[in-house]
Nanobody
Framework: QVQLVESGGGLVHTGGSLTLSCAASVGSFSLYTMAWHRQAPGKQREFVASITGDYITRYVESGKGRFTISRDNAKKTVNLQMNSLKPEDTAVYYC????????WGQGTQVTVSS
């Protein structure tokens, strides 16, 4: 069964850092693009970062220079390192894989206090 499990969310002050992790039980993990999206209260889910199987990365404009996405194909994990966090980064963060028709994790809450 394909499954994504996120961890690492929490409460942090403005300027702080968090690293989110996603453990994927996905066959042929290295073939698929992995991504992080987020959804703030009352807002639509938005793209945050992605990384292809050959490590090409993309970021939301607001995350460039602050966020770093990485993956370990052997461990089937994808991480999102977030630095210099701002209150507007507060959201539920979701892991996503492009395998099949796409699959979402259950999400992990990130709260940045001002």
């Amino acid at each position: 069964q394909v499954q994504l499990v996120e961890s690492g969310g929490g409460l942090v002050h403005t300027g702080g850092s968090l690293t989110l992790s996603c453990a994927a039980s996905v066959g042929s993990f290295s073939l698929y693009t992995m991504a992080w999206h987020r959804q703030a209260p009352g807002k639509q889910r938005e793209f945050v970062a992605s990384i292809t199987g050959d490590y090409i990365t993309r970021y939301v404009e607001s995350g460039k220079g602050r966020f770093t996405i990485s993956r370990d194909n052997a461990k089937k994990t994808v991480n999102l390192q977030m630095n210099s966090l701002k209150p507007e980064d507060t959201a539920v963060y979701y892991c996503y894989t492009t395998k099949g028709s796409g699959l979402w994790g259950q999400g992990t809450q990130v709260t940045v206090s001002s």
